[in-house]
Structure formats: C-alpha cells, structure tokens
C-alpha cells in the first residue's frame, strides 16, 4: 500500500499542490478545525470533525446563480458557471463522505441534474481520512457506516506514524498516481490493526446501536401524528444551527438583489426551522414551532429514506449534538420515540 511517514506529509501536499488546489482541516485561533486552502505552512489540524462539514466545497452558502445587465434598454443573461480546475479535500470523515451519496441522489440522479452541483462534484478528488479516535457523540455506525473503512476517491489511515492510502475509483487511482513520488509502498499490517482498533472503540460509544426500526416500520401518518413531537418542540428555539452544521442538510432560498446596473439571483442556504422556510404569498404552511420541527426530524427520518431506497437522511456525525445551545438532536428524538407507545407498535 503506498504511504508517506506522518513528519513527511507536507511533501506529499507540496506535491499535490504543484497542479491542484488543496484544502485540508485547519485548526483556528479558537482551537476548532475548519477546511482551509493549503500553502506552505500550514498545519494539518488533529481534530477529528470540522466545525462545518465538507458539503460547502459542493453546495457553497451563497452562490450565484445568474445575472440579469441592464444596458440602454439592453438585457443580456449572464452565466457565473466557469470550468473549474480540479481540487482536492484531504481529511474528510467517513460521515461527510456519505452525506456527499445523500446530496447526490437529490442533485445529480433526479431530473433535471443540478448542474451548478455536478461540476464541483466533477472536479473534486476527495480524500476520506478514518478516524482513529472517534467521540463520543458519534454514531455513525447505527447507519451502517464504517469509519475504520471511509469512502471517497482515496481512502487514507494514521498508522503507527505513517498515512497509507488505498485507490476506490478511476479518479482516485490517477491521483495516487500523479503523487506516487511523494509515496513509498509499505505493507499494510499496521492499516488492518488500525481499522480493528477503531471499530473496537466505536463498538464503545454510547451511541454505536441507536433503535432505528421504528422509523422504519411504523405508518408515516403514525409516526406523524405522534404526541411526541410537541413535547420534544418545546424547548427547541428554531436557531437553525443543527441545520448549518449538519453535512446532509440541503435546503435552500432563492433571491433576486438589485446591483444598480441590473438583477442577480443567487441561492443561499435556508432552513426549515425557520418561520418564513418555503414561505409563500398566501401563507406559511407550518405556522408553529412543532411543525417546523417535525419537519425536520421527519424529512431525516421518514419522507427521505422513503423516496431514496430506505436511505436516512443522517450521517450520524455528531454536530447537532456538539452545536444545539438547548442540547436537543436527532438521537434524543429517536430515543423519545423508541419509549414512546404508538398504537402497540
């Protein structure tokens, strides 16, 4: 398996960089690690999640979407869409990496393909790091998830003081072939203690096995019409930070703004806990912070995984519980409906 000692890889980023854009996690003057542009220097961060996930390299905050020039009189349409150059996300966790599946199956196998999505997706090489020291929040394995075994182009493991990497696709291997100066083949003994020793330490986690049947087997309207929601809804301020955290959430708002010299429409990201979400001119449709909390939970749990082959909608990454300030996410909601009795189901 081709490797680079872990005091060596900025050689292999210096390498990779010579022709690509890289980006990597990168702790800030907080202590927290975010995804930031590589230049020499630059320290790749030991955290094991960024604060926000890796879906903003394929579905920005704000984008642009088009632009209308007024001109004496004169109209012309304006396509911000540019041929990118080809990057590379280095560290992405095995609970991004799926998301980018979930993202996929709404942006590129519906109709009409979301083009402005597909050509970062096109450009993009992502490498998946797995993680050697999981946290306690965590709990993607209850989706079925292995992060000992991350997806991605590339996948790469920390062990025993070297980073190993192993080829998944066609873009993948002419990647690690474009860098194969910067690596060296070593026997992968120490990858397969690695991945024993990670999914010994998931195995851990107070959330490795969360109950999903429920939301797998119970009626929709059943589910829908529970009494649990308005107790869960209590607390929840509908700050909207579990959704700008979460690596899954893909929710958006479309707006006009008036340059001076014309109109640009962009897209920026929106969330259903908020009062105005999919506002229209006679009304809102979910009135009630219940309601719009519902949505949220069941759109994850329920009306995805309906629509797209029993798929949930969660990666089980964590951040909704590292975030909320009142401490409320998806696993207390699960457990609440796990106690709660729902017609003898």
């Known amino acids: 398996m081709l490797s680079v000692s872990k005091d060596k890889i900025n050689s292999l980023f210096e390498a990779i960089a010579k022709?690509?854009?890289?980006?990597?996690p990168v702790d800030n003057a907080s202590g927290k690690a975010n995804f930031e542009k590589w230049q020499k220097g630059t320290k790749l961060s030991e955290a094991l999640k960024t604060v926000r996930s890796a879906k903003d390299f394929f579905f920005p905050k704000t984008e642009k979407m088009v632009g209308y020039k007024v001109e004496a009189g004169?109209?012309?349409?304006?396509?911000?869409?540019?041929?990118?150059?080809?990057?590379?996300v280095f560290g992405v966790r095995a609970c991004d990496a799926k998301a980018f599946d979930i993202f996929d199956k709404v942006y590129l196998e519906m109709t009409p393909t979301d083009s402005y999505y597909k050509?970062?997706?096109?450009?993009?090489?992502?490498?998946?790091?797995?993680c050697s020291a999981p946290d306690k929040n965590c709990f993607c394995s209850s989706y079925g998830l292995d992060a000992a075994n991350p997806a991605g182009d590339v996948s790469a493991w920390l062990a025993g003081g070297?980073?190993?990497?192993?080829?998944?696709?066609?873009?993948?291997?002419?990647?690690?072939?474009?860098?194969?100066?910067?690596?060296?083949?070593?026997?992968?003994?120490?990858?397969?203690?690695?991945?024993?020793?990670?999914k010994e330490k998931i195995e851990k986690l107070p959330f490795a096995h969360l109950d999903l049947e429920k939301f797998k087997n119970v009626p929709m309207m059943t589910l829908f019409n529970s009494d649990v929601w308005a107790k869960l809804s209590e607390s929840c301020l509908g700050c909207g930070t579990c959704t700008y955290v979460c690596p899954s959430c893909m929710c958006f708002d479309v707006r006009d703004y008036d340059t001076g010299h014309g109109i640009e429409q962009s897209r920026t990201w929106d969330s259903c806990m908020y009062s105005d979400f999919t506002q229209m001119a006679a009304a809102n449709p979910?009135?009630?912070?219940?309601?719009?909390?519902?949505?949220?939970?069941?759109?994850?749990?329920?009306?995805?995984p309906m629509?797209?082959?029993?798929?949930?909608?969660?990666?089980g990454c964590g951040r909704?519980?590292?975030?909320?300030?009142?401490?409320m996410n998806i696993?207390?909601?699960?457990?609440?409906?796990?106690?709660a009795d729902l017609g003898g189901k």
């Open 19 to 24: 022709d690509k854009t890289l980006y990597l």
């Open 74 to 88: 004169n109209i012309t349409v304006e396509d911000p869409r540019k041929e990118l150059d080809d990057f590379v």
């Open 119 to 130: 050509n970062r997706r096109d450009h993009a090489i992502v490498i998946t790091l797995a």
């Open 162 to 198: 070297d980073f190993y990497f192993n080829a998944n696709t066609d873009k993948g291997k002419k990647f690690l072939d474009s860098v194969k100066g910067a690596l060296k083949e070593k026997d992968a003994a120490a990858v397969d203690a690695e991945k024993k020793a990670i």
């Open 286 to 304: 979910r009135l009630t912070q219940k309601e719009r909390f519902r949505q949220r939970f069941m759109h994850k749990l329920v009306y995805y």
């Open 307 to 315: 629509a797209h082959e029993k798929l949930f909608m969660c990666v």
């Open 320 to 327: 909704c519980l590292d975030s909320c300030p009142i401490h």
């Open 331 to 339: 696993v207390k909601v699960i457990k609440a409906f796990n106690e």
